[in-house]
């Protein structure tokens, strides 16, 4: 591949997406090894990194092998065709398979063990405990499960989508016989073994143990774990559905019964037992997936957080009180004052409920208007919204019904606030609502007032704990009138007039961006250096990326941060030599999207929804906004030279699509560090101290990781 020495001829212009985000979650199984993490946060990371590849096989892997089976001749950017790109994406994702196995046999329970935390098999058990084990069984287990038979004369049964199921090759008076049995979807993989020690066996060895209960007069030959992924995308007509929700419920429905695309199942399993189940199930050979027990490394995640563990913890980082924000209703008048930016998780999303608490309650608030894209299961933010419908304000949301994988919780949603009285709607047709907008009207001494908040998050208190994302709370005049002619758009038939401020997919952000980018280019020659930075989850828009590739042939510094898909190439020598690009995995998922130009000195910063995708810019609603107070540019800024410098968990991206270890022989940054203690420091602060949690520094263009980070 392309390295900085040139281009080879012929190489592509574009990585592949899918194949970077396999890299991506690769930098996750990274963290799971990474011995300077604590055991606990390694198991955690281990678990996320399974839940991850579940999520690329049921929407990526499935689409593009609709594609293959179709006969649909589709090339990536790359030009590489649909049926290779099939077989690399699987083959790579077998091959992370493996290596998650491998870190938790090898790495996870050895560190866990030298804790003190142990997993047992059936066999380990002492007789007291082999006893306890057989009374939880008899108790807790046994009276859920249900025995299926898997018979050739009649239809096989259902195997739910990532469900854990032991397959059982039975033998009586000669004949061979096939079961399925599906492990209780809401108990624990883990059981403890009784006193006080942690000590746990799995739940599938438990059952696996008592299996006899369930066939008397049959000899149980063999009996292994598995589980089937199936088909999860989907997608919707909502110009014919004459209900949304009707129609994302059936969809729902329709879900768990998508077609299986993968058959994962114990290495242990005999090629007899492999072949029935494959055959029962209509999936060819190549769609099996032999691994280790244990499967389903998803439990990791919740077995991290048992607070009875002995083992290992990162140093806890909870969100911090930005100082300078008043309690109670006198955010009414600060807001009045001055705009807020706040950076979660290290900073609190208090201020953000705070102000729909306050706009629920308050006598003097005459309307709110909200987008919500995914909410937690026990959202503040909706019963703030249905207390403030119940009360005769006018509560206008717009809820985004196909948000994946939070269709469910959405609906339900949806039907509570109007039955509450609110006004509730679900986008536009053919488009995803992703931004994230709230706009309160209000009585105020002078008149109406309005008071903003815009995003890169979504509202939902629980993944506010673990994501980085940005929010920005103002009363500008521009920015709200311009949020009021958003939700006109997007609610009614408004025609969009000339936005004051923001920007909006799929009405003009594109041309936005590339506008901002060719101006960084007309002002390269006369001005010196152009530079652009920016961080964003994902950077495949084509268009977007041939306009680097221009401003880097003029000589513009562009660093990018991005977490995930990338099909740009950085550091290729007459295409790309003048751009940088790294990913950060750490202890929160980076979320936030930050754009920097620096305009010939005057810098622009934009903060929003957006990454740079197709569907983020046709395909969806989106919101990208200026940031106008000068210090909160500034502080943006500082968080960007941040990001660029750590060589701590940033691994910087290669032109043949892999990522680099940087350089750590200079000082250590981890950037997520020093967010955190930057804002522990601040929260600690006296009011009156002078100075803020983030002093203005402005990076010069050109290419040096010389922030001042300490």
């Not at 077998?94 to 142990?118: F, K, M, Q, T």
């Not at 941060?561 to 190439?569: E, I, P």
Request: overall charge negative; proline content about 7%; hydrophobic content about 40%.
């Amino acid at each position: 591949m392309a390295d900085q020495a040139g281009e080879p001829k012929n190489e592509p212009k574009y990585l592949n997406r899918f194949l970077t985000w396999l890299a991506f979650n690769e930098r996750v199984l990274d963290e799971a090894r990474d011995t300077s993490n604590p055991v606990l946060e390694r198991a955690r990371f281990l678990g996320i990194a399974a839940s991850n590849l579940d999520e690329f096989f049921m929407i990526r892997v499935s689409g593009m092998r609709d594609l293959v089976r179709a006969g649909v001749d589709h090339r990536d950017p790359a030009g590489t065709p649909a049926p290779e790109l099939l077989h690399r994406m699987v083959e790579r994702s077998r091959e992370l398979s493996d290596r998650a196995a491998s870190i938790y046999a090898n790495e996870i329970v050895p560190a866990l063990r030298d804790s003190g935390v142990r997993f047992l098999s059936p066999g380990e058990l002492m007789g007291r405990e082999r006893a306890a084990i057989e009374r939880h069984f008899q108790r807790e287990i046994f009276p859920i499960l249900t025995p299926s038979a898997v018979d050739p004369a009649f239809p096989t049964p259902h195997v739910t989508n990532l469900v854990l199921y032991l397959a059982v090759r039975l033998e009586a008076r000669g004949q061979t016989r096939l079961a399925i049995v599906q492990l209780p979807r809401l108990a624990p993989r883990w059981i403890h073994v009784g006193g006080i020690e942690p000590r746990f066996v799995l739940l599938e060895d438990v059952v696996r143990e008592n299996l006899g209960v369930f066939f008397e007069g049959n000899v149980v030959q063999e009996a292994v774990a598995f589980r089937v992924t199936r088909d999860a995308d989907f997608a919707t007509d909502d110009q014919e559905a004459e209900d949304l929700v009707d129609a994302v419920r059936q969809v729902l429905s329709s879900r768990t019964h998508g077609d299986p695309i993968r058959l994962e199942i114990e290495s242990a399993a005999s090629d007899a037992l492999v072949e029935s189940l494959t055959h029962a199930l209509k999936l060819e050979p190549h769609e099996v997936c032999r691994l280790p027990a244990p499967l389903d490394l998803r439990f990791l995640v919740d077995f991290s957080r048992l607070p009875s563990l002995p083992a290992p913890r990162p140093e806890p980082w909870p969100p911090q009180p930005q100082p300078g924000i008043p309690s109670g209703e006198g955010l009414w008048a600060e807001l009045q004052e001055r705009d807020i930016l706040l950076f979660h998780p290290y900073e609190s999303l208090e201020p953000v409920l705070r102000l729909l608490r306050l706009a629920a309650d308050d006598p003097d608030v005459l309307a709110i208007k909200q987008t919500l894209y995914r909410t937690s299961s026990t959202s503040e933010v909706v019963r703030s919204l249905e207390r403030a419908a119940q009360s005769g304000k006018q509560v206008t949301v717009l809820i985004e019904l196909s948000a994946r994988f939070d269709e469910e919780r959405n609906v339900t949603w949806a039907r509570r606030l109007e039955d509450a009285g609110a006004q509730v709607l679900y986008g536009l047709a053919g488009l995803k609502t992703h931004a994230k907008a709230l706009l309160v009207v209000r009585r105020g001494p002078e008149g109406i007032e309005r008071y903003a908040h815009i995003g890169t998050g979504n509202y939902n208190e629980r993944t506010a704990l673990d994501y980085s994302d940005l929010s920005l709370l103002t009363t500008d005049e521009d920015l709200c009138a311009d949020l009021t002619a958003f939700f006109n758009v997007v609610t009614g038939y408004s025609e969009p007039l000339p936005w004051r401020r923001i920007a909006m997919a799929p009405l003009g952000l594109r041309q936005r961006l590339l506008g901002l980018i060719r101006r960084e280019i007309e002002r390269t020659p006369t001005e010196g250096p152009g530079q652009i930075r920016a961080k964003m989850n994902a950077l495949v828009d084509v268009p977007l990326i041939d306009a680097l590739y221009e401003a880097s042939a003029a000589g513009v510094k562009i660093d990018l941060n991005v977490r995930g898909s990338c099909l740009l190439r950085p550091g290729v020598k007459g295409l790309s030599e003048n751009i940088r690009v790294i990913t950060l995995v750490d202890r929160f998922l980076e979320h936030s999207r930050i754009f920097e130009f620096r305009n010939g000195g005057d810098v622009e910063v934009y903060l929003g929804s957006a990454d740079w995708m197709p569907r983020n810019l046709d395909r969806r609603v989106e919101l990208v906004v200026p940031v106008v107070d000068p210090a909160h540019r500034d502080r943006l800024g500082r968080i960007l030279d941040t990001l660029l410098a750590d060589n701590v968990k940033a691994r910087e991206l290669r032109p043949d699509g892999t990522l680099m270890k940087r350089d750590g022989r200079r000082k250590l940054v981890r950037a997520q560090e020093v967010f955190w203690r930057w804002a522990h420091r601040a929260a600690l602060r006296p009011p009156d101290a002078e100075g803020g949690a983030f002093r203005p520094i402005r990076k010069s263009p050109d290419r040096t990781d010389s922030a001042d980070v300490a």
